[in-house]
């Protein structure tokens, strides 16, 4: 079983509706997660983080966890066609400040 | 300008040579990781630095090797016993105060003729 698992897409949405990515992982004490935003031939951004059950928003961005069924998402709201990329899940799992990232999933917005 | 660097941006390389990629930081960040990525793949941790002269292996450190003397730089050299070294390279970095966010460099992309 893969630690951090995405279903690798591709996600189709129209322009202007909500995409919804999710993630979900295996270590049940894992404390931190974050969203990365990966263009075509270029390295990871960061989207989101969030440590908390519950939702976090940032813009058009809303990061949801629930840590007792071990999932993480992220929305996105009002989807652009600039948001067509790869979203990487990243989990801190076990010690030493590492990170465990899904394969990703691209997302496609089509106008 | 503060960030993370990394070059050459394109490497080529023939087989049984060794090469090294440059990541430069001056974001003051005490702890540095490179990472590998094949397409379609996710992140994988070759090696990680969290302070000077001191650095661990991560689950594909086989083939590689790094060093780690001044806060600010952690090349990596890909060696010749590395089997399968064509790939995108990124280097992270992340500040030690608080917080487990890391943050990318451009990345090498580094293709073996």
């Known amino acids: 079983q893969k630690e951090v698992e995405q279903n690798s897409g591709p996600l189709s949405v129209p322009e202007g509706a909500i995409a919804s990515l999710n993630c979900t992982y295996s270590?049940?004490?894992?404390?931190?997660f974050f969203w990365y935003r990966q263009y075509s031939g270029k390295s990871p951004e960061l989207i989101m983080s969030?440590?908390?059950?519950g939702d976090k928003e940032d813009g058009r961005f809303t990061a949801q966890l629930n840590k007792a069924s071990q999932y993480v998402s992220l929305l996105i709201r009002d989807s652009q066609p600039s948001d067509s990329a790869t979203y990487l899940c990243?989990?801190?799992?076990?010690?030493?400040?590492?990170?465990?990232f899904g394969t990703g999933t691209q997302l496609k917005v089509e106008l | 300008d503060g960030g993370i660097t990394q070059s050459p941006k394109y490497l080529f390389r023939k087989e049984g040579q060794n090469v090294t990629l440059s990541c430069e930081q001056n974001?003051?960040?005490?702890?540095m990781y490179w990472y590998r990525q094949d397409p379609g793949q996710g992140l994988r941790l070759i090696y990680y630095?969290?302070?000077?002269?001191?650095?661990q292996k991560g689950d594909i450190a086989e083939g590689y090797s790094v060093s780690r003397e001044k806060k600010e730089s952690f090349p990596l050299t890909v060696t010749s016993a590395q089997k399968n070294p064509t790939a995108f390279y990124l280097c992270?970095?992340?500040?030690?105060?608080?917080?487990?966010?890391?943050?990318f460099g451009p990345g090498t992309r580094l293709t073996v003729l």
């Open positions: 992270a970095s992340r500040a030690d105060r608080g917080t487990d966010t890391q943050y």
């Open positions: 270590d049940r004490v894992s404390q931190s």
């Open positions: 969030i440590y908390s059950n």
């Open positions: 990243a989990v801190r799992t076990g010690g030493g400040n590492k990170l465990t």
């Open positions: 974001l003051n960040h005490d702890a």
């Open positions: 630095s969290q302070i000077v002269n001191d650095f």
